[in-house]
């Protein structure tokens, strides 16, 4: 009897464990959850069925009337990608104090907007990003940003999205000082709203 009770406590124990496993925040594509340290892991894949950078999301202006999140709608690749909506509504700017006619949603560092200040080293490890997208546009244009640098923000206004297509795009990020990352990509809705799909977004070195 004792043997059989100590069986099945090993059981469970060994479940926990497993459970524990499977928190998304930690099933991430290499031993340090951080990426690549000096190109050792290779590409880094920010995200594909999850987010793998224990980072958060950002909705800006403000989080009203748009929507992020993860769905199974027709993926790029494995069982789920990103949608995020706009449905272009003008939007209060508490930092522009004004009415802009733009949102955007950034993958961040830190885990939440809170917490926004945090930073990341990805220099000297990567210098080009590439995504996949599809979607529609109700009007305006969209964007999609790597990471904020004191020099600037690389950016590519491109592909266009298509409801039924993927298309992959590219963000170069050669030139740039990554050294003090707060975010790692931004999705821009610029003078209208509309409906994106993004899937396996990966910061590679070439």
Same mark, same amino acid.
Request: proline content about 6%; aromatic content about 12%.
């Given at each position: 009897?004792?043997?059989? *009770?100590?069986?099945?406590?090993?059981?469970?124990?060994?479940?926990?464990?497993?459970?524990?496993?499977q928190s998304?925040?930690?099933?991430?594509?290499?031993?340090?959850?951080?990426?690549?340290?000096?190109?050792?892991?290779?590409?880094?894949?920010?995200?594909?069925?999850?987010?793998?950078?224990?980072?958060?999301?950002?909705?800006?202006?403000?989080?009203?009337?748009?929507?992020?999140?993860?769905?199974?709608?027709?993926?790029?690749?494995?069982?789920?990608?990103?949608?995020?909506?706009?449905?272009?509504?003008?939007?209060?700017?508490?930092?522009?104090?004004?009415?802009?006619?733009?949102?955007?949603? *950034?993958?961040?560092?830190?885990?939440?907007?809170?917490?926004?200040?945090?930073?990341?080293?990805?220099?000297?490890?990567?210098?080009?990003?590439?995504?996949?997208?599809?979607?529609?546009?109700?009007?305006?244009?969209i964007r999609?940003?790597?990471?904020?640098?004191?020099?600037?923000?690389?950016?590519?206004?491109?592909?266009?999205?298509?409801?039924?297509?993927?298309?992959?795009?590219?963000?170069?990020?050669?030139?740039?000082?990554?050294?003090?990352?707060?975010?790692?990509?931004? *999705?821009?809705?610029?003078?209208?709203?509309?409906?994106?799909?993004?899937?396996?977004?990966?910061?590679?070195?070439?």
């Amino acid at each position: 009897m004792a043997n059989k *009770i100590f069986k099945t406590i090993t059981i469970l124990f060994f479940l926990v464990l497993i459970g524990c496993d499977q928190s998304p925040l930690d099933k991430l594509l290499d031993p340090t959850g951080e990426g690549a340290l000096d190109g050792e892991w290779g590409p880094w894949v920010i995200y594909d069925d999850q987010l793998n950078t224990r980072g958060g999301v950002m909705l800006c202006p403000t989080d009203e009337h748009q929507t992020f999140a993860e769905v199974t709608e027709n993926p790029r690749s494995g069982t789920k990608c990103i949608k995020y909506s706009w449905d272009g509504t003008t939007l209060w700017s508490e930092k522009d104090g004004k009415l802009v006619n733009w949102t955007a949603a *950034i993958l961040i560092v830190a885990p939440t907007w809170q917490e926004y200040g945090k930073e990341k080293d990805l220099s000297p490890d990567y210098n080009k990003i590439t995504f996949w997208v599809r979607g529609n546009l109700s009007s305006g244009t969209i964007r999609f940003e790597g990471p904020n640098t004191p020099g600037g923000t690389p950016s590519t206004t491109g592909p266009t999205p298509d409801p039924s297509t993927w298309k992959m795009g590219t963000i170069d990020l050669s030139g740039f000082d990554l050294s003090h990352v707060k975010e790692f990509f931004k *999705i821009v809705f610029d003078g209208g709203g509309g409906t994106v799909y993004v899937d396996d977004i990966t910061y590679t070195r070439e």
